[in-house]
């Protein structure tokens, strides 16, 4: 049974949603200053031209996107399997969409650097192939969520998906050791030193931090919405 | 007097393509698609302070 006191604390944490968030909004500008930097100040690769300047969009994306928003849906969902703590729940959700965002990103900008390099957009080959698959499980995490009306249940299946999930992630790093296949192995995320000049790695490094900020902003600022969201629920309910 | 008869001269290519184009491609599509992202939270933030 909720108390009244529970009741006024979670009235208290919609009203407390901020108009502007500054997280956010530290993360737009480091964003601008990444994509200013990369297009008019970051040389061009001698290989492949302008269009390898998507690298410091596409690979924090996929750094993000992939490894880090599918390991937060895993973990806060295993630990929710064991405490039951909403709190969990509600981590993972948000990690599970901003995640779905990145990795849209990875997809799009990945095709488009295709079309440039390889002459399609789109190519059935290993990588692109299971990240295809990842991005397809992370939607049908989402649709299941707003299939399911009961929370305790939502909360438990979307957690043993979310958790399977992050079983392909490994599979999809190793693609391109384990088969032949169009994309390159990776740049950054290997034992030896990244292979790029010192310019294309302090801009690489700019990337990765305000995409990192983003990434963060966008989990907080939908997770406050969802604890609120969660909050006006409980009082219409009560 | 007849001139001999040639085709115009290929241009060797030196250099990286040019795929600036592309490379704004990517970078509008991936920008509209975080801010496309950025204005629904503020829109269910809204939403829910609104409700409230």
């Known amino acids: 049974m909720t108390t009244a006191s529970a009741l006024d604390a979670r009235s208290t944490s919609v009203r407390r949603l901020p108009p502007v968030d500054w997280l956010l909004m530290l993360a737009v500008v480091a964003v601008a200053g990444v994509v200013a930097r990369a297009t008019l100040y970051t040389p061009a690769d001698a290989m492949l031209g302008a269009v390898q300047r998507l690298f410091y969009v596409h690979v924090p994306s996929a750094i993000l996107g992939m490894y880090v928003a599918c390991s937060v849906m895993a973990i806060a969902g295993g630990l929710y399997l064991w405490i039951k703590d909403d709190r969990l729940d509600r981590v993972a959700e948000s990690a599970a969409e901003v995640g779905f965002v990145f990795l849209t990103v990875v997809l799009v900008t990945g095709s488009i650097w295709g079309k440039a390099s390889w002459g399609t957009y789109w190519a059935w ?54 088969f032949r296949g169009l994309h390159p192995e990776p740049i950054v995320l290997k034992p030896e030193k990244p292979a790029m000049s010192p310019e294309m790695l302090s801009t690489f490094g700019f990337a990765m931090l305000a995409f990192t900020v983003l990434f963060f902003a966008m989990i907080r600022l939908r997770y406050r919405w969802a604890t609120a969201r969660d909050a006006r629920l409980e009082l219409e309910q009560a | 007097m ?18 600036v184009s592309s490379m704004k491609t990517g970078y509008v599509v991936a920008l509209a698609i975080f801010f496309a992202y950025i204005v629904l939270l503020m829109r269910r933030v809204a939403s829910v302070r609104k409700h409230t």
Do not use: K
Request: charged share 15%; aromatic share 8%; hydrophobic share 50%.
């Open chain 1, 125 to 178: 080959e290993p990588r692109l192939t299971s990240a295809l698959f990842l991005w397809f499980l992370v939607l049908s995490y989402l649709v299941l969520r707003d299939a399911i009306e009961n929370r305790e249940a939502r909360a438990r299946l979307s957690a043993v998906l979310g958790v399977l999930a992050l079983l392909l992630v490994p599979f999809i790093h190793m693609t391109v050791y384990l």
């Open chain 2, 2 to 19: 007849l001139q001999p008869q040639t085709t115009a001269p290929v241009p060797e290519r030196t250099g990286p393509p040019d795929t």
